[in-house]
């Protein structure tokens, strides 16, 4: 789990807040991603990005707004969020897939966000 | 796109006793299946995989089969402990130069487990 880190790991904000959540990975990996987590749902696949390049953006609203400036940090930019944006974000990496490394992903501890 | 089903949501086993969760999926190109397992307060931790070249995988306590035929695969968890008490994710993921989901996993609803001492 160290090798994943998130920051931060709570966060309360009103819907008019602008506020980023950041992630980093220590692992080497070139790709990365962000899913969301909420109760009772599989993970959901929010954004991925390979070699700083985004290949997938998983019809994800604007109002969450990635940014991914080196292999090792993730950013989500979040800005007029509504209460049922409240969830469990979660970051992880993996080496590239498309030259033909693992799929394995790790995760962060995610940061827990909660939108009044 | 890829879909995965897995069953059941919830699983209550004594210690010592094994516990059991399926997992199925939809697309028959998928060739990589994980088991995550998430303790309170952490992200999901990968705690073994299989690909499609193999049927069964085991390390120690845990193994995991897959049919490809059926298109479902398990996690079985031998001689329970309390500390196995978390949420159990499956996950597809295909990864053929062809596919769209390269690379993309697909995970299921998750299995809380409760390994009661």
């Known amino acids: 789990e160290t090798g994943v880190t998130q920051t931060p790991r709570h966060l309360v904000m009103g819907m008019t807040n602008k506020k980023s959540l950041k992630c980093e990975q220590h692992?080497?990996?070139?790709?990365m991603y962000w899913y969301k987590q909420s109760a009772k749902k599989p993970l959901e696949l929010m954004f991925v990005?390979?070699?700083?390049?985004?290949?997938e953006n998983n019809s994800v609203p604007s109002r969450f707004s990635p940014e991914c400036p080196n292999s090792s940090h993730l950013f989500l930019h979040l800005h007029t969020l509504q209460p049922e944006d409240s969830a469990l974000y979660l970051c992880?990496?993996?080496?590239?897939?498309?030259?033909?490394?693992?799929?394995?992903?790790?995760f962060g501890p995610g940061t827990r966000l909660l939108v009044l | 796109g890829e879909n995965v089903e897995q069953h059941p949501s919830t699983l209550s086993v004594q210690e010592g006793d094994s516990a059991v969760i399926k997992c199925t999926y939809s697309?028959?190109?998928?060739?990589?299946f994980p088991w995550y397992k998430q303790e309170l307060g952490k992200g999901p931790q990968l705690i073994i995989d299989?690909?499609?070249?193999?049927g069964e995988k085991k390390d120690q306590r845990i193994a995991v089969t897959l049919n490809k035929t059926a298109k479902h695969f398990s996690l079985h968890i031998t001689e329970t402990q309390p500390e196995d008490s978390a949420v159990y994710f499956c996950?597809?993921?295909?990864?053929?130069?062809?596919?769209?989901?390269?690379?993309?996993?697909?995970f299921g609803q998750g299995t809380i487990l409760t390994v009661h001492p």
């Open positions: 992880a990496s993996s080496q590239d897939p498309l030259a033909g490394g693992l799929e394995t992903q790790y």
């Open positions: 692992l080497g990996h070139n790709a």
């Open positions: 990005y390979n070699f700083k390049e985004q290949t």
């Open positions: 697309d028959s190109a998928s060739n990589y």
């Open positions: 299989i690909r499609s070249n193999v």
């Open positions: 996950a597809a993921s295909t990864n053929s130069a062809g596919g769209t989901s390269y690379g993309k996993l697909t």
